[in-house]
């Protein structure tokens, strides 16, 4: 007796976006926390308290120039956090009501889905960037005299101490680039959708790549955004960080048909 082949989901249709959709995608990340503003910052709580805790115990040991590289890095890891707040914007737009039960208990179902496939390859690029960080930190700083960077930048104003800012700064745009064009739609299709990870992120460069103007600024603006509000202590990530990932999930809706 015959079985029928098993036939594969669609592969997701990439759509050309335009600056009206970028807006279009903030402006609803920004409705979405107006609405849900508990949930937000909740996920963001996480999320930053994530930060407080790494920055501690960096500068608990002194180590605080190793600082630099985690919080350039840290940031990788955001989308992740960014899953429950995918749900909520799916909720609202679906009209399904909100509960925490039915938010946390999508995010941890996860576990046995996609995600913690694409989370691996976060992670390995999260570790080999700060492999790096310490290649090019004892590349160009290994053999300098050391001054104690807490109280005094001025190695940083060397010769060495710039090129070492310099080649750090387009090593870790370069990383961030292409992971920000693995997840920056992979993620809530995996979410939202019954595709592998592997057909997730190759869509999410398509995505990329057929929008490159438009993404480049959508990368640059989440970027700053998150600078700022690592720049304020990391509490300006309470509002940058529920914005965005809802935000995300808009322009996700809007970027595949």
């Not at 115990?57 to 956090?81: E, H, R, Y």
């Not at 039915?102 to 913690?116: E, F, M, N, S, Y």
């Not at 990329?208 to 998150?226: D, F, K, T």
Request: neutral net charge.
């Amino acid at each position: 007796m015959s079985h029928p082949a098993a036939t594969a989901p669609p592969k997701p249709e990439v759509l050309i976006l335009e600056a009206a959709d970028l807006r279009a995608s903030l402006a609803a990340g920004w409705q979405d926390f107006r609405t849900a503003p508990i949930f937000g910052l909740f996920f963001a709580a996480v999320y930053v308290a994530g930060g407080w805790l790494i920055l501690y115990a960096l500068t608990a040991t002194g180590q605080v120039w190793w600082t630099l590289p985690a919080a350039a890095g840290f940031p990788i890891l955001g989308p992740f956090i960014a899953c429950g707040l995918y749900e909520v914007s799916r909720r609202l737009e679906a009209g399904e009501p909100l509960s925490w039960g039915a938010v946390l208990g999508v995010v941890l179902r996860q576990k046995d889905r996609q995600i913690p496939s694409i989370a691996a390859v976060v992670v390995v690029f999260f570790l080999f960037w700060n492999f790096l960080a310490h290649m090019i930190f004892a590349l160009f700083l290994g053999l300098q005299v050391m001054t104690n960077i807490s109280t005094s930048f001025d190695v940083f104003l060397t010769v060495n101490g710039l090129m070492m800012l310099g080649v750090g700064t387009i090593v870790g745009a370069i990383f961030a680039g292409v992971l920000f064009a693995l997840t920056v739609v992979s993620l809530p299709l995996l979410m939202d959708r019954e595709v592998d990870f592997v057909t997730a992120m190759i869509t999410s460069v398509s995505v990329v790549l057929n929008n490159p103007g438009l993404m480049l600024v959508w990368g640059v603006m989440i970027a700053l955004m998150i600078f700022v509000g690592m720049a304020l202590g990391f509490f300006g990530l309470f509002i940058v960080l529920p914005v965005l990932g809802h935000a995300t999930w808009h322009l996700y809706r809007r970027a595949l048909a």
